[in-house]
């Protein structure tokens, strides 16, 4: 456990010039701290040194121990904590092999005082956590060699609140975070502009935002359906396809947001079909077209009504549309039509 060790002794001793910056940090915007991520409690650190060790690291801790050496006050925000996390790891060959997850507060207490009672158990192994949850746990995680990369924008997260959740594998499958959810919302907007956009544009796009789908929708179904859309860059309908399955992988991930509630679900909802049916407008726009150029006014209103009265309850929906006009039209709304 040298380079653990190494590695707490490098924080209790701060971070020196490694992370000096002699520019002053600018104060940050409002829409600046709208695109940080969210930091966990604690960080849980995997296959650490030639030992590979599992250990947790307080995030409050360690972010009071930046904010106190002079050369790391710049770090102030998540964003800055993850620059910084990434500088240090590059000072620590040994880290770059590990992986690394985010976990709340109460799990991380909990290793880090049962680790503190008995040395020995300096792994999840060790401190009875069953082998299949340590390899979805390790799925999850990210390798130590990305962050100096600056390719991490946030921890992925593990949703275990217990030990004792952890070590009888109540874990949820492939889920490990989820964004806010105005992100989430905006992002499968996105994603439907991206569907329509065909398989070779579409998976240009969607490398652009790489980063952003991962820290939003932390799931594995969710990603493997993109990685699906991008394999078949070369098929329309395949990648259409495969970005519609990711939508609705997001649409159940958004509707069991842990911090939405009923209400804003219901809301959500609604924009969500209006954003999904923007191609039936479309549609309707180009079919008005057509009929404009092949039919006169009155031929083409005759057949619209035959239409709908052919239609289950497009009589009733007809009935009304035509009550809305006359009333309209009593109030003055169509006389300038009519005087032209």
Same mark, same amino acid.
């Given at each position: 456990?040298?380079?653990?060790?190494? @590695?707490?002794?490098?924080?209790?001793?701060?971070?020196?010039?490694?992370?000096?910056?002699?520019?002053?940090?600018?104060?940050?915007?409002?829409?600046?701290?709208?695109?940080?991520?969210?930091?966990? *409690?604690?960080?849980?650190?995997?296959?650490?040194?030639?030992?590979?060790?599992?250990? +947790?690291?307080?995030?409050?801790?360690?972010?009071?121990?930046?904010?106190?050496?002079?050369?790391?006050?710049?770090?102030?925000?998540?964003?800055? @904590?993850?620059?910084?996390?990434?500088?240090?790891?590059?000072?620590?060959?040994?880290?770059?092999?590990?992986?690394?997850?985010?976990?709340?507060?109460?799990?991380?207490?909990?290793?880090?005082?049962?680790?503190?009672?008995?040395?020995?158990?300096?792994?999840?192994?060790?401190?009875?956590?069953?082998?299949?949850?340590?390899?979805?746990?390790?799925?999850?995680?990210?390798?130590?060699?990305?962050?100096?990369?600056?390719?991490?924008?946030?921890?992925?997260?593990?949703?275990?609140?217990?030990?004792?959740?952890?070590?009888?594998?109540?874990?949820?499958?492939?889920?490990? *975070?989820?964004?806010?959810?105005?992100?989430?919302?905006?992002?499968?907007?996105?994603?439907?502009?991206?569907?329509?956009?065909?398989?070779?544009?579409?998976?240009?796009?969607?490398?652009?935002?790489?980063?952003?789908?991962?820290?939003?929708?932390?799931?594995?179904?969710?990603?493997?359906?993109?990685?699906?859309?991008?394999?078949?860059?070369?098929?329309?309908?395949? @990648?259409?396809?495969?970005?519609?399955?990711?939508?609705?992988?997001?649409?159940?991930?958004?509707?069991?947001?842990?911090?939405?509630?009923?209400?804003?679900?219901?809301?959500?909802?609604?924009?969500?079909?209006?954003?999904?049916?923007?191609?039936? @407008?479309?549609?309707?726009?180009?079919?008005?077209?057509?009929?404009?150029?092949?039919?006169?006014?009155?031929?083409?209103?005759?057949?619209?009504?035959?239409?709908?009265?052919?239609?289950?309850?497009?009589?009733? +929906?007809?009935?009304?549309?035509?009550?809305?006009? +006359?009333?309209?039209?009593?109030?003055?709304?169509?006389?300038?039509?009519?005087?032209?």
């Amino acid at each position: 456990m040298k380079e653990l060790d190494n @590695f707490r002794k490098f924080l209790d001793e701060g971070i020196f010039d490694l992370l000096k910056k002699d520019a002053p940090k600018a104060d940050p915007t409002p829409d600046d701290m709208k695109q940080e991520p969210e930091l966990p *409690g604690y960080i849980l650190m995997l296959n650490v040194g030639k030992l590979k060790a599992d250990t +947790v690291i307080s995030v409050d801790g360690m972010m009071q121990k930046l904010k106190q050496d002079p050369n790391t006050k710049w770090v102030e925000s998540p964003s800055d @904590f993850i620059e910084a996390w990434g500088a240090m790891i590059k000072s620590n060959p040994g880290l770059k092999t590990a992986r690394f997850i985010g976990i709340p507060d109460s799990l991380g207490k909990e290793i880090s005082s049962l680790q503190k009672a008995d040395k020995s158990k300096n792994n999840l192994a060790k401190l009875g956590v069953p082998y299949e949850t340590q390899t979805k746990i390790s799925q999850k995680a990210v390798g130590g060699d990305l962050f100096p990369s600056g390719k991490v924008k946030s921890f992925p997260m593990l949703n275990v609140s217990s030990f004792k959740d952890l070590s009888e594998e109540q874990i949820h499958e492939g889920t490990w *975070g989820y964004g806010s959810k105005d992100s989430m919302i905006k992002t499968l907007a996105q994603l439907d502009k991206i569907r329509q956009m065909g398989g070779v544009k579409g998976s240009l796009e969607l490398d652009k935002i790489d980063d952003a789908l991962y820290r939003i929708f932390g799931d594995d179904e969710f990603h493997d359906a993109i990685d699906r859309a991008k394999a078949e860059a070369t098929d329309d309908d395949r @990648f259409a396809n495969a970005i519609g399955d990711a939508q609705t992988r997001g649409v159940e991930m958004l509707k069991f947001h842990d911090r939405v509630d009923e209400e804003e679900l219901e809301e959500n909802d609604a924009i969500l079909d209006e954003v999904i049916e923007e191609n039936v @407008f479309k549609e309707i726009d180009s079919n008005l077209e057509t009929m404009a150029t092949h039919m006169s006014a009155p031929q083409a209103l005759e057949t619209l009504m035959g239409e709908l009265q052919a239609i289950s309850g497009g009589t009733k +929906v007809l009935h009304q549309a035509l009550k809305n006009i +006359v009333s309209d039209m009593t109030v003055g709304v169509y006389n300038n039509t009519k005087e032209e």
